[in-house]
């Protein structure tokens, strides 16, 4: 099966944890282009869909689900999102799109956070994928030379304006194997919007396609 083959797999097989009539958060990517694509499809209603991007808000209301505002809901009972890197124990890379601010604050709304990649996306330590950071951009270079003082390289991400007006990172040359610590220092630099760890909103489930069918892991 070829990459976007598995995406779709896990985009539909995503539908089972959607619960009719109730509100769900969408995240941003590629993979979960496949999920709007198969809600969409499915005919399953749901209230509404708070989203974590632009991107996904155009896509979901050209086909007529509805997208309400994240100030209009106390709680989630499921986010289903994208990820560039997951481990073992489902602590993420996320970022890749850009939209890794408003993942994390959607993500912080649902008890669960269900993972949709494809088996490429498994690694055993974070670090392989670029590490997306966004920042203020006044602060980008600063941020880059303790990233540089850490023996790592962070590159600004070209013509990048995040939803929020700010720019992107990307760090290489990272080795995360304590992801709740680095979340909670990085977070801290001051001029960082947010770090793409997800530590303290890492994924409940994931559903991993594979050539053989889809593997769920839970954590
Ligand atoms: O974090 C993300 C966007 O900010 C995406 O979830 C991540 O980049 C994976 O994207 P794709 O499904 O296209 O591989």
């Not at 950071?133 to 304006?161: D, K, N, S, Y």
């Not at 990272?174 to 990085?186: K, Q």
Request: charged share 20%; aromatic share 6%; hydrophobic share 45%.
């Amino acid at each position: 099966m070829t990459q976007d083959e598995l995406k779709t797999l896990v985009g539909q097989a995503a539908l089972q944890y959607v619960t009719p009539d109730t509100v769900v958060g969408v995240g941003t990517g590629s993979t979960v282009d496949k999920f709007i694509d198969a809600l969409a499809a499915s005919g399953i209603r749901i209230a509404g869909a708070v989203s974590s991007s632009s991107r996904s808000t155009e896509r979901m209301k050209a086909l007529g689900i509805p997208v309400l505002d994240a100030a209009e809901v106390d709680a989630l009972q499921v986010y289903i999102d994208g990820a560039d890197e997951i481990d073992g124990r489902g602590y993420m890379v996320k970022g890749g799109g850009a939209a890794l601010t408003r993942e994390k604050i959607v993500a912080d709304l649902a008890r669960t956070f269900v993972c949709i990649a494809d088996e490429s996306k498994l690694v055993d330590a974070l670090g392989k994928f670029p590490l997306p950071v966004e920042v203020i951009p006044m602060a980008a270079a600063q941020i880059a030379r303790r990233f540089h003082a850490m023996g790592a390289e962070a590159t600004l991400r070209a013509g990048c304006v995040t939803d929020n007006g700010c720019h992107i990172l990307d760090v290489k040359g990272l080795r995360i194997t304590d992801p709740a610590a680095f979340e909670a220092d990085v977070n801290q630099w001051p001029g960082v919007v947010t770090v793409g760890v997800f530590a303290r909103n890492k994924a409940s489930v994931c559903l991993l396609g594979t050539g053989q069918g889809v593997r769920t892991l839970t954590f």
